[in-house]
């Protein structure tokens, strides 16, 4: 017989990594269209890498005031209501007549980002046991390596095909349909009512604030890193194996089905060695970016070698980070989470900013070896680090629980 609360809970997870899918896309659109909004809208790929800079801050000054805003709501509300405005954000996007006005649709996608990824880790976790929570967190952010294995590189091929503006209206109608499936999908999910209570909220120790701290820390140093480089990932690949669009959406795959590999090793392994696991994959990066420093501008196998690292890698370093905040914070997991997705949009617009300066003065052979400089940083702050990636959530009366897979739906 077929376990029916089983089925339903990985439907809703497979739900909401669609959802984690259309939300990376669309954050992640100009990278692989640099050359072609550059040259339409009239203005240099380093004004066009800025739009992931103000997508951040947008997120970053957002997500906090948001979060507080809308703690009483029913999760289920909280995640349709996000998909659809990102849905609504991108078909304003393949209307833009310029610059500032693409830059206003970003915003507007920008405003419930940081909802959607604060929220959608803790909801993840809350569908199953705390042991498979690791697992399920995975299951959701394959959604992501879906968006760099798929994603990424089909936005890239259509709006080369067919104008960048096609890519955004698809993303757009794909997001329309998810909200729809998520609204059908998920139980309501009320907020428990001690936790929205200023008088009977459980507090966080202030182990756990350090501990918050200390994984915030290597989040920023991580994803700084990673997007000085990854923002201009394109003109890296152009720099050794050519301009080709075919040799750029190509690499992007490569770039994502390595992201795939690696998301299926974090499902598999991250529970079971949190730590170790997350110390490798910065390690990884920090690698691989060395790598298309030295050796990919002279030959372009290197690049290949450096992208499956890359990808590989890099797609587990959120899974790991957002997997430890739900371990060692587990009294007010939203908050905890909102704090950590406004550190790592915070990081995505440093180093997307700093990479545009990098970029605009031509020093392209540069930047991959400051992002694997950075990235070490990160590995440092994770090893002396230990108690901010315990090996397993702290256990507390407060602790979240499964939500019943037949609840109120």
């Given at each position: 017989?077929?376990?029916?609360?089983?089925?339903?809970?990985?439907?809703?997870?497979?739900?909401?990594?669609?959802?984690?899918?259309?939300?990376?896309?669309?954050?992640?659109?100009?990278?692989?269209?640099?050359?072609?909004?550059?040259?339409?809208?009239?203005?240099?790929?380093?004004?066009?890498?800025?739009?992931?800079?103000?997508?951040?801050?947008?997120?970053?000054?957002l997500t906090l005031p948001l979060?507080?805003?809308?703690?009483?709501?029913?999760?289920?509300?909280?995640?349709?209501?996000?998909?659809?405005?990102?849905?609504?954000?991108?078909?304003?996007?393949?209307?833009?007549?310029?610059?500032?006005?693409?830059?206003?649709?970003?915003?507007?996608?920008?405003?419930?980002?940081?909802?959607?990824?604060?929220?959608?880790?803790?909801?993840?976790?809350?569908?199953?046991?705390?042991?498979?929570?690791?697992?399920?967190?995975?299951?959701?952010?394959?959604?992501?390596?879906?968006?760099?294995?798929?994603?990424?590189?089909?936005?890239?091929?259509?709006?080369?095909?067919?104008?960048?503006?096609?890519?955004?209206?698809?993303?757009?109608?794909?997001?329309?349909?998810?909200?729809?499936?998520?609204?059908?999908?998920?139980?309501?999910?009320?907020?428990?009512?001690?936790?929205?209570?200023?008088?009977?909220?459980?507090?966080?120790?202030?182990?756990?604030?350090?501990?918050?701290?200390?994984?915030?820390?290597?989040?920023?140093?991580?994803?700084?890193?990673?997007?000085?480089?990854?923002?201009?990932?394109?003109?890296?690949?152009?720099?050794?194996?050519?301009?080709?669009?075919?040799?750029?959406?190509?690499?992007?795959?490569?770039?994502?089905?390595?992201?795939?590999?690696?998301?299926?090793?974090?499902?598999?392994?991250?529970?079971?060695?949190?730590?170790?696991?997350?110390?490798?994959?910065?390690?990884t990066v920090a690698g691989a970016?060395?790598?298309?420093?030295?050796?990919?501008?002279?030959?372009?196998?290197?690049?290949?070698?450096?992208?499956?690292?890359?990808?590989?890698?890099?797609?587990?370093?959120?899974?790991?980070?957002?997997?430890?905040?739900?371990?060692?914070?587990?009294?007010?997991?939203?908050?905890?989470?909102?704090?950590?997705?406004?550190?790592?949009?915070?990081?995505?617009?440093?180093?997307?900013?700093?990479?545009?300066?990098?970029?605009?003065?031509?020093?392209?052979?540069?930047?991959?070896?400051?992002?694997?400089?950075?990235?070490?940083?990160?590995?440092?702050?994770?090893?002396?680090?230990?108690?901010?990636?315990?090996?397993?959530?702290?256990?507390?009366?407060?602790?979240?629980?499964?939500?019943?897979?037949?609840?109120?739906?």
């Open positions: 017989m077929i376990d029916r609360a089983s089925t339903a809970t990985t439907l809703r997870l497979a739900t909401l990594a669609a959802a984690a899918f259309v939300y990376v896309t669309a954050e992640m659109l100009p990278v692989g269209l640099l050359t072609e909004i550059s040259s339409d809208l009239a203005v240099t790929e380093g004004r066009v890498g800025l739009l992931l800079t103000f997508y951040a801050y947008g997120v970053a000054a979060i507080s805003a809308i703690k009483t709501w029913p999760r289920r509300r909280v995640v349709v209501l996000t998909v659809a405005v990102l849905a609504v954000s991108q078909l304003v996007a393949a209307l833009a007549v310029n610059y500032p006005m693409l830059v206003a649709a970003r915003l507007l996608c920008a405003g419930t980002h940081g909802v959607f990824w604060a929220v959608v880790a803790p909801v993840a976790a809350a569908l199953v046991p705390r042991a498979q929570q690791g697992k399920a967190i995975a299951t959701v952010y394959a959604g992501m390596s879906l968006a760099l294995v798929l994603g990424g590189p089909l936005s890239s091929a259509i709006g080369q095909s067919w104008g960048w503006r096609t890519a955004p209206a698809a993303i757009g109608l794909a997001a329309v349909l998810i909200a729809l499936a998520l609204h059908r999908a998920l139980p309501t999910m009320p907020v428990d009512a001690g936790e929205s209570s200023a008088v009977n909220k459980p507090r966080q120790t202030p182990a756990m604030r350090r501990a918050l701290a200390v994984i915030c820390t290597a989040t920023l140093l991580a994803a700084l890193g990673h997007f000085a480089a990854y923002t201009y990932f394109t003109l890296l690949v152009e720099q050794s194996l050519g301009s080709s669009g075919t040799v750029r959406t190509m690499m992007l795959l490569l770039y994502g089905t390595a992201g795939a590999l690696g998301v299926w090793a974090a499902a598999k392994f991250y529970d079971r060695r949190a730590r170790l696991f997350t110390l490798s994959s910065i390690a970016l060395a790598v298309f420093w030295l050796l990919a501008p002279s030959v372009g196998f290197f690049a290949v070698l450096a992208t499956i690292l890359w990808g590989a890698a890099y797609t587990t370093i959120p899974i790991c980070l957002q997997s430890s905040v739900l371990r060692a914070v587990p009294i007010g997991t939203d908050q905890a989470s909102a704090v950590y997705v406004v550190v790592f949009q915070v990081a995505i617009a440093t180093g997307a900013l700093l990479g545009a300066g990098i970029v605009d003065n031509g020093g392209l052979t540069y930047i991959a070896g400051i992002g694997a400089a950075v990235m070490l940083g990160a590995f440092g702050v994770v090893l002396v680090g230990r108690r901010g990636f315990p090996r397993e959530q702290e256990r507390t009366p407060h602790s979240p629980d499964p939500v019943v897979a037949d609840r109120s739906n």
